[in-house]
Each structure stands twice: as structure tokens, then as C-alpha cells.
């Protein structure tokens, strides 16, 4: 008894440093932004006074924010599935020779553990119109006379961003999709090749539903993570031409810590952190929905 | 076509991969792939390659042309960017924040994700919060993060900075951890708990030995996390005092915006470190990626 009761006491221990990291890194800053989107704040003065929904009204009329939160949602959409398909692909091109595979992992580490900063200072000397490496062999290769300036149009610009997403990312969701498909169980297949299937129907009717919770796993963690997009935004583009290539993170960065409007930034926090969590959560459900169909 | 059609026999008793064995049976269809293959690999690595062969350019070269490899190979790229840039001091302090954060989040990690693997403590919703806070994109707790780091007077800090890149590791930790401790067998815990081992005990001399190369993996992976982050270290650091890698490289980008010689050499200085460490523990990473997620 006495054993029993000390034992609960360790547990809630064990769990302690958690709980309270919990509510000061994630349920204090979240209450504090919910609340600094009713006021008119500032970085220096937090809480200057009540607003009421002002600030909400405000972003759903701005221009800027609602175009934020489009190419966010065409970044996050685009790059996963781009990355999913092109990835998946990879995968089962290689998850039978093992040799290969083993190597093309190791490769595959190489750009999506770079420093974004690293990444992103080379693409900007690759997308250059004059001494980039791509207008360098377009123009030597006469397939255009004149310079394109990926970074620098509004037709390119968000476009040329999310390749080096899908550049750095795809590598990711192969790795994933490799482990995925090399764990899949065998008897399928035997049944399918003693009933003479082709490799077209094998892929449909046994590899694809298989690998659909997987694929979906893989795509949650891809979306949540290039919502997040900011570094390559602010290194390469800072959000232009004009508001072509701006994302709801890199706005309201700027709105919170250059023109320290943070009551402002506050509510358009909100509304992010709103969609994304819908989006994901939707995913989530699907997911769900999909392991207990398929399994 | 008439490749294809020839080869219709051996397609009969082909196994369900796809493309296995390639090189034995060549259609048309596996050459077109292959091409595919090669081109994306190269796609990979070029723009790596890239920044290590403009860094060996001279640098009139490199206002003049974009090609991909130097007509003379000089080292003035490397001796002038360290010269100019305190690539040492970004590089220590990254070391620095990167250690202190792992180590942070694994020894947080370790006991949470033990109470919830072994006794699903907290129920659902305590592991539902914790993978949540990966969901926040880091912008939406900055604001409040930045306030409250100001007060604690951990503004331009490492520790502060470490603190809190180990906090934002910390659901990758847990979630990495908690699958790793779910497949340690019961039966090992329970011969410890008859010997007379708390739970404390249990954990230490039992469970971490076990766990060993995943927890490896674990902050293998957090420390690539915290060396490569960029939002809260722009939000929260502004001297050399605190400074990693990546807000120092954009810093000097910035001021050196066309010198894309040197800033090749200097980016070069912050991918080498984690190439290495990907190299030497390139088995716990692609483990540790893989399990958790579609394990």
C-alpha cells in the first residue's frame, strides 16, 4: 500500500518538468495571444486597451493577410503533394533492392538536414537572372535569349520557393516510404503472384491500399510542417514582389516584430492557428478512418 | 514499343516488384525510368555540389557567369568569409544551444514518454498535447515567448535560447521515445519491479540501456532541429553573444548580398558539422525518422 502510493507519487514526478513546460511554453502563450487579439498592443507596451473584435475584423479585410493565408494553404497543399507522389514514387522504384535502397537513404539525408540558411543562400544564387546557374544554361543552351527572374516575379515567385521545399522535403518522404513499403507484410503478395496478377493490378488492389494510412502519416507530418513556413520566405523574397509570394507566418512576423503591432498580429495568429488545426485534424480523421478500413 | 512487346513472356512470371532486378530485363518502360532516376538524383545533389564549386570560383567569375564548374580554382573565398564573418563564434554558439537543447528535451522526454508508454498516464490528452504543440507553428507562442523571455532576462541568452529549442524538440522527442519504450517487452520491467526496482529505478538501470540506440537517434535528431532553426533564434537573439550560425549566415547575407563566393564558403562551414554527424550516425537517424512514424 504504502509502495503503491509512492510509486503514483513517481509517476506524477516523471511527469512533472512536462506538465509544467506544458502550461508556460504552450497553454500560457496561447491564452496571452487570445488575449492580445482583443486589445491594441504593442511590442514595447503589451495592452494599451480593449478593442473587441477589432483586430479580427481588420484581418479578414486585409488584403495582405487573406492572400497570406491562400499561399499558405497553396505552399502546404502544393509541396506535400508534390513531394508525396514524387517521394512515393522513389520508393517503390527502389524497396526491392536493398543494396540500392541503402545507399539512396544515406543520400537522401543530405538535403533536408542542411541549415534552411544554407539552402536557401545557394538557390538564391541558382534562381539569379544574370549569374545564376539556371538562367546560366538556359541562355547557353539558347533555350531562352532573355534572363527569368524566378524570385523576382510575381508569376514565379512563390512557385520557385516551393521547389526548394520539394527539393529538400522529397528525400524525407521517400526515407518514410521505403520503411513503409519494406514493412509490409509478405502474404499479399504471394497470394496475388499465385493468382497470376499483373504488377499493375498488384500496385492497385495490394501496395496502394496498404500504404494509404502510411502515405497519409507521412502527409500530416509534411503539411504541419511547411504551414510553418517562414526561413526561406524571409531569406529569399521577404514576401514580394508585392504580396506574390507573401505567407501568413512572414506577415505576421513582420507585423509583430517590425511594426511591433502585436494586438494586430495576435488575432491573425489566431485565425492561422485556427485553419491549420482544422486541416489537420480533418487529415487526422481520415486517418483514422483509413487504418480501420484497411486493416 | 517493339522492345516492349517481345519481352510480354518474362513479363508473365515477373514478381510483384515492379522494377526489381533491373538491368536483367530492360524495356523501355525501366530505361525511361532509370533517366527519371538519375535526373532526380542529380537534381539532389546539384545544388549541394553547387555551393561547394561556386566557393572555389574566383570571384569575378562568379559576377560573370553562372556555370557550374570554376575555370581556376582559388581558396580566397574561404580565407576572405573567414576573415570577415565570426563563423567560429556562430558555429560555438550553435554547438553550444544544440547540446544544451537535446539534452534538455531527452531528459524531459525520457521519463514522460516512460509514464505514458507504460501506464498511458494522463490519458489521452496529455500525449495529444504534447505531439499538438508540433502542430503550432513556432510564430504563434513567439510573441508571448519573446515578453516573457524579456522579463526572465533571457533575451540574447544561450541557455534561454537552448531552453527553448528544447522545448519546441520536445514532441519529436516524446513521440520518438514513447514508440521506442512501447517496444521493450513488459516482462523486463515487471522481473525489475519483483526485484524490488521503483519506477525511477526501472527506467535508469533497465529501460534507457535498452532504448540505448534509439535515444541516440532521438538527440541526433533534436540537435539537428535546434542547429537549424531559425524563427525563435531570429526573435530571440541580436549579439554574437548568442547568435547561432543560421542568424549570423542571414545577417551577412544581407550585408554581402552579391559576394555569393564567400557566402558559399561560409554556409559551407555550418553543412559540413552536420553532414559529419549524419555520416557517423546514419543508421540511428534513417531508424529513428522511420520508427514512430510508419513502423
Not at chain 1, 516523471?14 to 482583443?38: D, N
Not at chain 2, 564549386?53 to 574561404?78: C, H, Q, Y
Not at chain 2, 564573418?85 to 556562430?90: A, G, L, T
Not at chain 2, 508508454?117 to 495529444?128: C, I, Q, V
Request: glycine share 6%.
Amino acid at each position: 500500500m504504502l509502495r503503491k502510493l509512492s510509486q503514483d507519487r513517481s509517476k506524477w514526478l516523471m511527469a512533472l518538468p512536462t506538465i509544467a513546460l506544458l502550461l508556460l511554453f504552450s497553454l500560457y502563450p496561447l491564452l496571452s495571444m487570445l488575449h492580445m487579439s482583443f486589445t491594441r498592443s504593442t511590442l514595447g507596451q503589451p495592452f494599451r486597451a480593449w478593442v473587441g473584435l477589432q483586430n479580427y475584423k481588420d484581418a479578414l479585410v486585409d488584403r495582405i493577410f487573406t492572400t497570406s493565408i491562400g499561399n499558405t494553404l497553396i505552399f502546404g497543399f502544393g509541396v506535400t503533394i508534390a513531394e508525396l507522389i514524387i517521394g512515393f514514387l522513389l520508393a517503390l522504384f527502389f524497396y526491392r533492392s536493398v543494396q540500392a535502397g541503402r545507399y539512396l537513404r544515406t543520400l537522401a539525408l543530405l538535403p533536408f538536414i542542411a541549415p534552411p540558411v544554407a539552402v536557401a543562400m545557394i538557390w538564391r544564387l541558382i534562381y539569379e537572372p544574370n549569374v545564376g546557374l539556371i538562367n546560366h544554361y538556359l541562355r547557353q543552351w539558347n533555350i531562352t535569349q532573355q534572363s527569368i527572374p524566378f524570385l523576382g516575379q510575381p508569376e514565379t515567385s512563390l512557385l520557385s520557393i516551393m521547389v526548394i521545399d520539394i527539393w529538400q522535403w522529397t528525400p524525407f518522404v521517400f526515407i518514410l516510404a521505403l520503411a513503409a513499403l519494406q514493412s509490409l507484410p509478405e502474404e499479399p503478395y504471394e497470394a496475388a503472384a499465385v493468382d497470376g496478377a499483373t504488377p499493375f493490378e498488384v500496385f492497385r488492389f495490394i501496395t496502394l491500399p496498404m500504404m494509404i494510412p502510411s502515405l497519409l502519416v507521412i502527409g500530416i507530418i509534411r503539411l504541419i510542417g511547411a504551414f510553418k513556413v517562414f526561413d526561406q520566405v524571409y531569406m529569399l523574397t521577404g514576401g514580394g514582389p508585392g504580396i506574390s509570394s507573401q505567407v501568413a507566418t512572414h506577415y505576421i512576423y513582420r507585423t509583430a516584430f517590425n511594426s511591433f503591432n502585436t494586438g494586430y498580429a495576435s488575432s491573425m495568429t489566431i485565425i492561422l492557428l485556427v485553419i491549420v488545426i482544422v486541416v489537420i485534424t480533418a487529415l487526422t480523421l481520415l486517418h483514422a478512418y483509413t487504418v480501420r478500413r484497411y486493416d | 514499343m517493339t522492345l516492349a512487346s517481345t519481352d510480354t513472356p518474362a513479363q508473365v512470371d515477373r514478381k510483384p516488384s515492379l522494377l526489381s532486378r533491373l538491368g536483367l530485363r530492360v524495356n523501355v518502360f525501366q530505361i525511361v525510368l532509370t533517366i527519371l532516376v538519375i535526373a532526380l538524383l542529380l537534381f539532389t545533389l546539384l545544388p549541394i555540389l553547387y555551393m561547394v564549386t561556386t566557393s572555389l570560383k574566383e570571384p569575378i567569375e562568379i559576377r560573370r557567369s553562372g556555370a557550374f564548374f570554376p575555370e581556376t580554382v582559388t581558396d580566397i573565398n574561404w580565407v576572405r568569409a573567414y576573415r570577415n564573418v565570426p563563423v567560429h563564434i556562430y558555429l560555438g554558439n550553435s554547438t553550444l544551444v544544440a547540446l544544451g537543447s537535446a539534452l534538455f528535451a531527452v531528459a524531459v522526454g525520457i521519463p514522460i514518454s516512460y509514464v505514458i508508454a507504460r501506464f498511458h498516464f494522463g490519458g489521452g490528452l496529455l500525449k495529444n498535447w504534447i505531439l499538438g504543440t508540433y502542430i503550432t507553428p513556432p510564430i504563434v507562442i513567439s510573441i508571448p515567448i519573446f515578453l516573457m523571455f524579456r522579463t526572465a532576462g533571457l533575451i540574447d541568452s544561450k541557455l534561454g535560447l537552448a531552453i527553448l529549442h528544447g522545448v519546441a524538440a520536445l514532441p519529436v522527442a516524446v513521440w520518438l521515445l514513447e514508440s521506442f519504450i512501447r517496444k521493450v517487452p513488459r516482462d523486463i520491467d515487471e522481473a525489475a519491479w519483483i526485484d524490488g526496482a521503483g519506477h525511477f529505478g526501472t527506467l535508469v538501470r533497465i529501460i534507457v540501456p535498452v532504448i540505448l540506440p534509439g535515444l541516440i537517434a532521438t538527440f541526433i535528431i533534436c540537435m539537428v532541429l535546434s542547429w537549424n532553426e531559425f524563427l525563435f533564434a531570429l526573435v530571440l537573439t541580436y549579439t554574437r553573444n548568442a547568435q547561432t550560425f543560421p542568424i549570423g549566415i542571414s545577417n551577412y547575407i544581407g550585408e554581402h548580398g552579391q559576394q555569393f563566393g564567400e557566402m558559399s564558403a561560409a554556409a559551407l562551414g555550418g553543412l559540413v558539422p552536420i553532414y559529419l554527424l549524419a555520416f557517423f550516425f546514419q543508421r540511428y537517424l534513417v531508424q529513428g525518422l522511420s520508427s514512430g512514424t510508419v513502423k
